[in-house]
Nanobody, 119 residues
Framework: QVQLVESGGGLVQPGGSLRLSCAAS????????TGWYRQAPGKERELVAT???????NYADSVKGRFTISRDNAKNMVYLQMSSLKPEDTAVYYCNARRFGGAITMDYWGKGTLVTVSS
């Protein structure tokens, strides 16, 4: 059973920074990719950033240049460094890990951590 546990959320002022962490129960090498998604009140969950195990990252246009995803394979940790935060970044942020099993895609999710950007 894969477990993902997020931490690091909180209240931050506009223009501030925050780093989210995600601890995975298994090796990150067992996933094809890990990433971060977010869901704002009244909106659908959306991709924020992903990191492929074989290399490469992908970002939503709305966070490019402000957010950076990274991973520590030795510690089974995934991070999201967020800077120049805006009120519209307010959301619950979820850690995601993906595996491919033949024709099946398996997504694992953490319970989320709330980020509130407000003055």
């Amino acid at each position: 059973q894969v477990q993902l546990v997020e931490s690091g959320g909180g209240l931050v002022q506009p223009g501030g920074s925050l780093r989210l962490s995600c601890a995975a129960s298994g090796s990150l090498f067992s996933f094809v990719a890990t990433g971060w998604y977010r869901q704002a009140p009244g909106k659908e969950r959306e991709l924020v950033a992903t990191s492929a195990t074989r290399g490469g990252t992908n970002y939503a246009d709305s966070v490019k240049g402000r957010f950076t995803i990274s991973r520590d394979n030795a510690k089974n940790m995934v991070y999201l460094q967020m800077s120049s935060l805006k009120p519209e970044d307010t959301a619950v942020y979820y850690c995601n890990a993906r595996r491919f099993g033949g024709a099946i895609t398996m997504d694992y999710w953490g319970k989320g951590t709330l980020v509130t950007v407000s003055s």
